[in-house]
């Protein structure tokens, strides 16, 4: 059994500007499972970077709400909605709340750095 306390995870700054913290990753936690799970924050007013994934993603939005763009498509998304991300699709979120934007991203297969591209500066 793994066992990983959020609060012990890295903070870090992704390529789409969200504060990220990557809680679990089969190539880092010896894991056999083909996804990899992380949560995001959005600060308010915020957006994040166009960008694109070769994987699919899901992202479950934790607390807040926001405008989520994939491809040609925006839509209002909140607290407790789940939202699929197809592979490939150019997508971005904004915050459109005066709290935290805080959702988890489940990746699959597992994100990797060089499988991510990000389309603005």
């Known amino acids: 059994m793994l066992i ?11 390529g789409d500007n969200t504060i990220l913290k990557e809680i679990l990753h089969p190539l880092k936690d010896n894991l056999k499972t083909g996804y990899s799970l992380a949560q995001a ?3 308010p007013g915020e ?3 166009l960008h694109r994934l070769r994987a699919s993603e899901v992202y479950f939005i934790l607390q807040g709400k926001g405008l989520m763009y994939v491809d040609d498509e ?3 998304v909140e607290s407790g909605q ?3 991300i197809p592979p490939n699709s150019t997508q971005r979120i904004k915050n459109l709340g005066d709290q935290d934007l805080i959702f988890l991203c ?3 297969p597992a994100w990797l750095k060089e499988a991510e591209e990000i389309l603005e500066k």
Request: hydrophobic share 50%; aromatic share 4%.
């Open 4 to 14: 990983k306390d959020i609060k012990n995870c890295k903070e870090i700054i992704a």
């Open 47 to 49: 957006i994040t970077l």
């Open 82 to 84: 789940a939202i699929y």
């Open 106 to 108: 489940v990746v699959e």
């Open 74 to 76: 925006i839509k209002e």
């Open 41 to 43: 924050i959005v600060k």
